[in-house]
């Protein structure tokens, strides 16, 4: 069965430091791979997916997420974080042809300081 | 383009009354959609797939009688939490993809709170 882990739970970071998130999934076929970022109380934003081609994958907000094939891994970075990047990010794969069937991690909260 | 909109964006009820919930794709039809779930600090839950239609498909522990889904339209589906129980205050998210779509597109969640 397919599955999505981040590993980290809580991450704090200072503002204008770097910032990476980890994902790794399990799954049989060839992932389609999501970054969504939540803020309190709110709904999904999608920051960034990959389908197929470049690995390297740009977003927006200035994120981007290289896809690894050989290390099921599909990380997420930001070279210098605002303070307004604190929120809980999940990664998903897509357990569906059409993309659009999502399993998410379990997310990772991030702080952010001044 | 591809708005999907979610009504109410909380509720509060009574224990044993029921709750509807409404998700609707504002600029494109949906053939399909999804409800999640998301308790406090804790992830999303598919709970079930919705095919404009026809009845839903649930996820292994979600109970059909009690999250009644209906997807009569290719704009809308929506979601009743019957005889609601204070375990079922949740945030509940829709998503909304179109046969043109390789992705789906999210509401932006409604809070219930069973009182």
């Known amino acids: 069965a397919q599955s999505v882990t981040q590993p980290d739970i809580h991450i704090t970071v200072s503002e204008g430091a770097s910032l990476e998130l980890r994902c790794n999934y399990s799954?049989?076929?060839?992932?389609?791979l999501f970054w969504y970022v939540q803020s309190p109380g709110q709904g999904l934003q999608l920051l960034l997916k990959?389908?197929?081609?470049?690995?390297l994958v740009q977003g927006i907000k200035g994120f981007e997420a290289e896809f690894k094939r050989s290390q099921s891994s599909f990380n997420l970075r930001k070279p210098s974080v605002h303070w307004s990047d604190a929120a809980e990010y999940f990664c998903?794969?897509?357990?569906?042809?059409?993309?659009?069937?999502?399993?998410f991690g379990g997310g990772t909260r991030v702080l952010v300081k001044p | 383009g591809a708005v999907v909109s979610q009504h109410p964006s909380w509720v509060i009820c009574k224990s044993g009354t029921s709750v509807k919930i409404e998700c609707r794709s504002l600029?494109?039809?949906?053939?399909?959609m999804f409800w999640y779930r998301q308790f406090p600090k804790q992830s999303l839950m598919l709970m079930a797939t919705?095919?404009?239609?026809?009845?839903?498909?649930?996820e292994q522990g979600v109970e059909k009688d009690k999250f009644l889904i209906n997807h009569a339209s290719l704009t809308l589906s929506t979601l009743t939490v019957t005889s609601a129980h204070p375990e079922d205050s949740s945030f509940y998210i829709c998503?909304?993809?179109?046969?043109?779509?390789?992705?789906?597109?999210f509401g932006q969640g409604t809070r219930l709170t069973v009182v």
């Open positions: 998503s909304a993809s179109s046969n043109f779509n390789t992705e789906a597109f």
């Open positions: 799954y049989g076929a060839t992932p389609y």
């Open positions: 990959y389908f197929s081609g470049d690995t």
């Open positions: 998903a794969v897509a357990t569906s042809a059409a993309g659009n069937k999502l399993t």
């Open positions: 600029d494109f039809q949906a053939t399909t």
């Open positions: 919705s095919n404009e239609g026809s009845k839903a498909t649930y």
